[in-house]
């Protein structure tokens, strides 16, 4: 059996699914999932990685496990990791912000306080790493729907962002496949993209034109905030605008493990389109 924390976010409802159609027997656990978040033959475990649950299973053969912004924050990372060290194997989603950024206290050395705890425990591991996700564009949705329009910083700055399905897929590989223990992977797409270019991709998906507003570091910081803690936001800026030569770096880890491409940020556009129309 998998267990799959964080199942109903972007990459673990694409990770359930595939593990399920793959046979594996699946737990897919988050705080307020049921029956409905899930596919059939898939079972729901309500839980919160918090504080220790008697719910979460005995044994497991691994184990995907997500750490949510606010448990990253504030939580302990040995107490999250314990109900996980008798499983066979944890596959961790941490960040590229652990080698990138070890400074900041939410992109590096938070994770990398749960990294440690992994390491710990004892059970074999693997780390995720990926920078931005392609789906950090469904903030705009909204704007697109209303006016066809998206705000953004640092509009002409590039980064390979990475599309969610293609972290579930690697998730998915080193979660059943032998070869992985002690391993660390960078995620990224193929390609550098700017803020302005990914809103030309979402205009292309829905076949309108999309105007691109840039915004001053401020504007963006002010918005940013009353949905992330400021240091957060902080940090978030930092790499969105200064990104360092590491996070432009294109990895070859996604292509390496399924032996395909990364997915383009236009084709994480086209699959998702009818968020923005």
């Known amino acids: 059996m998998i267990v799959v924390t964080g199942a109903t976010g972007n990459v673990g409802r694409t990770l ?4 399920i159609e793959e046979g594996q027997e ?26 220790p649950s008697g719910e979460l299973p005995v044994e497991a053969d691994a184990v995907f496990l997500l750490i ?32 990138t950024r070890p400074d900041s206290p939410s992109h590096g ?9 992994v390491m710990a425990s004892g059970t074999d591991w693997t780390f995720l790493r990926p920078g931005g996700f392609a789906s950090n564009a469904f903030a705009w949705a909204p704007s697109v729907r209303a006016s066809r329009t998206i705000a953004a910083p640092f509009g002409d700055v590039g980064l390979p962002v990475v599309d969610p399905d293609d972290i ?9 496949q032998a070869g992985h223990e002690k391993a660390i ?4 797409g193929p390609a550098l993209t700017t803020p302005r270019q990914r809103a030309a991709a979402i205009g292309a998906a ?15 910081h002010a918005q940013m905030s009353t949905f992330m803690p400021a240091q957060v936001a902080e940090t978030t ?15 070859p880890d996604v292509e390496k493990i399924l032996g395909r491409a990364p997915a383009t940020f236009a084709d994480w556009a086209n699959r998702n389109l009818e968020a923005f129309r």
């Not at 359930?16 to 593990?19: A, Q």
């Not at 800026?237 to 990895?251: A, F, H, K, M, N």
């Open 26 to 51: 699946v737990t897919a656990v988050a705080r307020r999932i049921t029956d409905a978040d899930v596919p059939p033959g898939v079972h729901p475990l309500a839980a919160d990685l918090s504080r």
């Open 237 to 251: 800026l930092d790499i969105l605008g200064t990104p360092t030569v590491r996070e432009q770096q294109i990895s």
């Open 109 to 117: 050395q938070a994770l990398a306080a749960f990294e440690q705890a």
């Open 206 to 220: 829905i076949g309108e034109p999309v105007t691109f507003r840039e915004q001053t570091r401020e504007e963006a």
């Open 185 to 188: 992977y960078d995620l990224t």
């Open 68 to 99: 949510g912004g606010d448990l990253m924050m504030a939580g302990d990372p040995t107490q999250v990791v314990a109900p996980f060290a008798d499983y066979g194997r944890i596959v961790l989603l941490s960040s590229q912000g652990v080698a």
């Open 168 to 176: 579930a897929a690697v998730a998915a590989a080193t979660l059943t």
């Open 16 to 19: 359930v699914r595939t593990l």
